[in-house]
């Protein structure tokens, strides 16, 4: 991470044992034996760089409520974990596109 201190002098953080993760929120009804297949076809997606596979694992979350726009209705999310922080903004925006 990187960013200024009070003293306006420029400052990196390094960050050991975090892995970078995003929330998608998804309709419909999924169960645990869709998270590989979706695994599997964001890393397909991903592939085109090379490299490590960009998804480390997908996980089912139910009733979570989006801080996003104070949504107060909880629904259903896929908590994406990736290798590495920079293909946390390559997903999201397939999610993005639709």
Do not use: C, W
Request: glycine letters at 8%; charged letters at 20%; aromatic letters at 10%.
């Amino acid at each position: 991470m990187f960013g200024v201190n009070a003293a306006s002098n420029s400052v990196a953080m390094h960050v050991h044992n975090f892995t970078p993760y995003f929330y998608v929120k998804v309709a419909g009804r999924l169960g645990q034996e869709d998270l590989v297949p979706i695994k599997d076809a964001l890393n397909k997606f991903a592939a085109s760089e090379g490299g490590p596979p960009a998804v480390k694992a997908v996980e089912l979350i139910r009733d979570k409520a989006s801080v996003m726009h104070y949504q107060a209705e909880k629904g259903i999310f896929l908590k994406i974990f990736t290798g590495l922080p920079r293909h946390v903004n390559q997903l999201r925006t397939l999610f993005e596109q639709g």
